[in-house]
């Protein structure tokens, strides 16, 4: 991770983070009081898909329980190297709809650029872990592209910084893509998909939240949070701080075995988010990316946990149970399909 030529005393705390995440199986297992024994499988898995940690979400994981639930989410574990027939590398054929570096067209009216291939966080799930990143860094060269597609398909008026993680860049970097954007009259909402408020809450600075504001177009935050034990003190404080500039913030989960796959937690989830001023958007099913077989769950069971979640909350803290099909218009909306897709 490179932030340019920015000198050690102005960097902001956040961005120190980033450079000293934990990457390192061995020292993973150390600070957390885990058996040695699942290093080598840790190492192994980590080959695959580099361990990436920051040191601020491993405070949240309990020490000495290979079961918790945020630790799921970041150990590599052997399970990963198995070949499980139905798992790809590009579950949803994104090479399909990716009409220029950096830019995947799936939907009507909207566009996702990728302005990074960095996470602070590997989730073991992402069904991006094999996105070909070296051949989607649009650069600066390539937001021309980018724009010149947006403006000859006037349907499009929302743009999705999505992953990597939109806010691993700097504010600088940000300013200038919003700065570009501008001159593009028919966007009317930038929307942010981002792990970074939960898992390095500090990245939520003060002159991030002047950038958000000062955006033309209305700016929709999507974190991505699987479990209410992420929601510590630092992440409410940084949803508050978008909160209260006024910033729509809304959550996508992700349901995996072993993590969240449960009434009770799915339900102290939504309480937590809505209590911090996020509303539950999307319990996404898990796309069937090779390597993260072991999170997935029958689409019946994930039917009927999600019934009992409507049964349990008011209306507006039940996010929609959803899977992503390569070729489908729109996310399919599985609590009204039957077929196990
Ligand atoms: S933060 Fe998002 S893009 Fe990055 S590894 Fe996690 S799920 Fe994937």
Request: aromatic content about 6%; proline content about 6%; overall charge positive.
């Amino acid at each position: 991770m490179s932030f340019g030529a920015q000198s050690i005393k102005q960097r902001d705390a956040w961005q120190t983070a980033l450079l000293d995440l934990i990457t390192d199986p061995a020292e993973l297992l150390r600070l957390l009081e885990l058996d040695p024994a699942l290093l080598a499988e840790a190492v192994r898995a980590a080959t695959l898909f580099p361990l990436k940690v920051p040191r601020g979400f491993l405070a949240r994981i309990e020490k000495g329980n290979p079961d918790d639930p945020l630790l799921k989410q970041i150990l590599p574990l052997g399970a990963e190297a198995a070949v499980t027939a139905g798992y790809v590398s590009d579950p949803l054929q994104e090479a399909l709809v990716n009409p220029a570096a950096g830019l995947l067209h799936k939907y009507h009216g909207r566009v996702l650029v990728t302005l990074t291939s960095a996470c602070a966080v590997h989730c073991r799930y992402c069904f991006r872990r094999e996105f070909p990143y070296a051949e989607n860094n649009p650069g600066r060269l390539g937001w021309e592209k980018i724009m010149a597609y947006i403006v000859a398909n006037p349907s499009i008026n929302e743009v999705i910084l999505s992953g990597g993680d939109p806010l691993a860049v700097s504010d600088l970097l940000l300013q200038q893509f919003s700065d570009r954007l501008r001159d593009v009259p028919q966007v009317k909402r930038l929307r942010i998909h981002t792990r970074l408020p939960v898992v390095l809450p500090e990245r939520i600075t003060a002159s991030l939240i002047k950038w958000l504001v000062s955006l033309k177009q209305i700016p929709v935050v999507v974190i991505h949070a699987n479990h209410p034990q992420e929601i510590n003190a630092e992440v409410k404080r940084a949803l508050s701080l978008m909160r209260e500039a006024g910033v729509m913030l809304l959550n996508q989960s992700v349901l995996l075995a072993g993590v969240n796959d449960d009434v009770e937690v799915l339900a102290r989830l939504s309480e937590a988010l809505f209590d911090a001023g996020v509303l539950p958007y999307y319990l996404h099913a898990l796309d069937k990316v090779q390597g993260a077989a072991h999170f997935d769950l029958p689409r019946a069971r994930a039917r009927k946990i999600h019934k009992k979640l409507l049964e349990r909350l008011s209306g507006y803290l039940v996010p929609k149970l959803v899977c992503e099909l390569p070729h489908a218009g729109s996310k399919t909306n599985l609590s009204e399909t039957i077929r196990d897709l």
